[in-house]
């Protein structure tokens, strides 16, 4: 981390500290250049929980091996990141101590009242304490109504109309317009769900199929998982893939049970002989 070894070697400078046999106008234009590098080298620290867009592979195995190594992915790439910020945390902590260090210096040789100084601001805003082990970042609190961009749920709808009206790839197009406009959305699942839906009443088996896997991959315990795995596993079955659509119904029971779609996977499984 480039960041993080500037910062060391800013705090070095700072320990050696200036002589008092400099003239004073120097000594005080030194610190304030060391405070301002440490300003510096800090926020672009905070750039370094910036994606990089790099990302594991995911392809090969079976549809359930596909899925396993999604979320084995999602709990490393979690832990990563809970890393990643119990440095940053613990460097900031650590900067903000050696800036009241410089504070204090400055009012010092300016002649200033020390004692009227004040807590100095953890640089970069707010932090969790370095002093414990690194606490995931809070996330919103959960809603009955979750916050929507402003025609996110007009677009939603349009496509639900589209399918429902018949327009099967209108309503795919839509919904697929849907996910590129509004990444990371609450519906995004269900977007995926409908999207794989419209292309399955169209003929396109193996682009629902696709599109059932990623509307379960977006939220593997959400609302909209248990109808995509089913989804998933009768897809399979209708390509062919007798034996992973077996194993994608059965999951369906094993994850959700006592559900809709457990009943509907277990009907599909009856038909397809499943043992």
């Known amino acids: 981390m480039r960041g993080m070894f500037k910062v060391v070697a800013v705090a070095t400078m700072l320990t050696a500290g200036a002589g008092f046999a400099q003239d004073k106008a120097e000594t005080l234009a030194d610190i304030r250049q060391e405070l301002t590098v440490l300003y510096v080298e800090l926020q672009k620290l905070k750039r370094e929980l910036s994606t990089t867009g790099a990302t594991g592979s995911l392809t090969g195995g079976s549809i359930l091996d596909r899925v396993a190594a999604i979320e084995s992915e999602l709990q490393r790439l979690t832990g990563k990141t809970e890393q990643l910020e119990f440095r940053v945390s613990a460097i900031v902590k650590d900067g903000t101590s050696r800036v009241s260090d410089l504070e204090f210096r400055l009012v010092e040789l300016e002649g200033g009242d020390v004692s009227a100084l004040g807590e100095t601001p953890t640089l970069g805003g707010d932090v969790a304490d370095s002093s414990g082990p690194a606490v995931p970042v809070s996330q919103p609190a959960a809603t009955d109504a979750p916050q929507l961009a402003m ?89 062919g893939q007798t034996s992973e659509a077996c194993v994608t119904l059965a999951e369906v029971g094993v994850r959700f049970p006592g559900g809709s779609a457990e009943t509907k996977a277990r009907e599909a499984m009856a038909r397809l002989g499943c043992s």
Not at 187 to 196: K, P, Q, T, V
């Open 151 to 239: 025609g996110e749920q007009a677009d939603f709808d349009a496509a639900r109309a589209a399918f429902e009206a018949g327009d099967h790839q209108g309503a795919a197009a839509k919904y697929a317009a849907f996910n590129d406009t509004y990444p990371g959305s609450p519906m995004a699942a269900s977007a995926h769900l409908g999207r794989g839906q419209a292309l399955e009443a169209a003929g396109d088996l193996t682009g629902a199929a696709r599109a059932y896997l990623d509307a379960f991959s977006t939220e593997p315990n959400g609302r909209s998982a248990p109808e995509a795995l089913y989804h998933l596993g009768n897809g399979l079955g209708r390509l």
